[in-house]
C-alpha cells in the first residue's frame, strides 16, 4: 500500500476519496472505473485499465523529466481523470503525494515547499497569480487542464516569469496525449507525447495511442493540424453557432474578448426566429452589467456579425467536477 501520502487538509470527504482510489488502485481488479466530465453530453462511467494508466503516468514522468523520489501537490477531486492520475504518477515515481483542498486558493497550502509536479484548474492558477504568484515559480512542473486558459492569464504568467503546460486529453484518453506551454516561452500549438501521433477528419482531431489500444479515437474538436505530432487547438466543432447563415466558433471569440472582462463567462446562443441563433454573451456575475456599453467596447475587436447581440448574467455557472463550465446546461438555466 501506498505510504508517501500526506494529507494538508482536514476535509473529510477529499480525505476519504484520495484513500478509496489508493485502495481501489491496490485491490485485485485490472481495471478502475471513472467516469467522464460531462461537459458537452451526458457523463457515464468506464473502465480503464491500470496497465494504461501506467504507461500514461510514466508518459508525463518521461516528458517533464519528473525525477523519482520527489514530491507531488494534489489539489483535484480524485473522482476525475485529473486527480485519479496525479496520485497514479506519485505511486509509480515513488513521489511523496501532499493533498490540499480543492477550492480556489488551494495553491496557498504549499507557499513556501518546492513542488517537483502539480496540476491545476486555470481558475486555481488565476488566483495564484494574483495572490502569490511566487508560489508558482516553486512547482518545477505545473500542469493546467479541465478548461481553457484566458489571455489575460498567459499575460500574467509571462508578467510573472512564470511557465506552466496547458493540458489536452480526456476520460478516455486516459488524461492528456499532448501539452502547450504557456507563460515563458509561450506556444501557440500542442505538442503529442510519446508515442502518440495525430491526423484529422473533416478537421477534427483523430487520436493515434497504439499503447492504449486507441488507433483511431475520433474526437469532436475542430484543430490546425501542423503535423503528425503537433495542432493548433480551433474550438469545439459541437460549439458552433449558426446565425445568420455564418458560422461562428464561440471559443475564439473568447479568445478575443477575455481581455476586457474580469468575471467568468463564454459565448453561448439563444433561439432567434429570424437569425436561427442569436449570439448571447454569458457572464457569472451577480452585478447588473451595463449591457450596451460592454458590446460597444468588445464590437471593434470581434468579426462582422459576431459580436453578441445580449449579455446575460448569471449568479453561478453550471460545472462539471473537474471545473469546465458546462455550457449546455448553463444555457439552459436562462431559457
Request: net charge positive.
Amino acid at each position: 500500500m501506498y505510504k508517501k501520502l500526506r494529507f494538508l487538509t482536514d476535509s473529510e470527504v477529499i480525505r476519504s476519496s484520495v484513500n478509496a482510489f489508493i485502495e481501489e488502485w491496490y485491490n485485485d481488479s485490472l481495471f478502475i472505473t471513472a467516469q467522464t466530465s460531462g461537459s458537452t453530453g451526458k457523463s457515464k462511467q468506464i473502465q480503464l485499465s491500470k496497465k494504461h494508466m501506467c504507461v500514461s503516468a510514466q508518459n508525463t514522468i518521461d516528458r517533464f523529466k519528473i525525477k523519482k523520489g520527489g514530491c507531488s501537490f494534489l489539489c483535484l477531486s480524485a473522482d476525475t481523470i485529473g486527480g485519479k492520475m496525479m496520485i497514479v504518477r506519485s505511486i509509480i515515481n515513488e513521489m511523496e503525494l501532499l493533498v490540499g483542498d480543492i477550492r480556489i486558493h488551494s495553491l496557498e497550502a504549499i507557499t513556501d515547499l518546492n513542488i517537483d509536479l502539480a496540476a491545476v484548474v486555470p481558475l486555481q492558477l488565476a488566483h495564484s497569480l494574483e495572490h502569490q504568484p511566487k508560489t508558482i515559480k516553486n512547482i518545477k512542473v505545473l500542469l493546467v487542464g479541465g478548461a481553457p486558459v484566458s489571455k489575460k492569464i498567459e499575460e500574467q504568467m509571462i508578467i510573472n516569469n512564470c511557465s506552466a503546460y496547458h493540458t489536452y486529453g480526456m476520460t478516455e484518453t486516459i488524461s492528456h496525449v499532448a501539452v502547450r506551454k504557456i507563460g515563458v516561452g509561450n506556444e501557440n500549438h500542442y505538442s503529442a507525447l510519446r508515442d502518440i501521433s495525430f491526423t484529422t477528419k473533416d478537421d477534427k482531431l483523430v487520436i493515434h495511442f497504439p499503447e492504449l489500444g486507441l488507433e483511431n479515437l475520433r474526437t469532436n474538436d475542430l484543430v490546425k493540424l501542423i503535423d503528425n505530432q503537433r495542432f493548433e487547438f480551433i474550438g469545439r466543432a459541437d460549439f458552433i453557432i449558426n446565425s445568420g447563415g455564418k458560422k461562428f466558433n464561440p471559443e475564439q471569440l473568447e479568445s478575443l474578448i477575455s481581455p476586457f472582462i474580469d468575471t467568468p463567462f463564454f459565448i453561448g446562443s439563444i433561439e432567434d426566429n429570424l437569425l436561427g441563433s442569436r449570439i448571447v454573451l454569458f457572464l457569472e456575475s451577480t452585478i447588473k452589467m451595463d449591457e450596451q456599453k460592454l458590446i460597444e467596447q468588445i464590437k471593434s475587436i470581434l468579426p462582422k456579425h459576431g459580436t453578441p447581440k445580449r449579455v446575460v448574467c448569471l449568479p453561478q455557472f453550471v460545472r462539471t467536477d473537474s471545473g469546465k463550465i458546462n455550457r449546455l446546461e448553463t444555457n439552459k438555466l436562462f431559457h
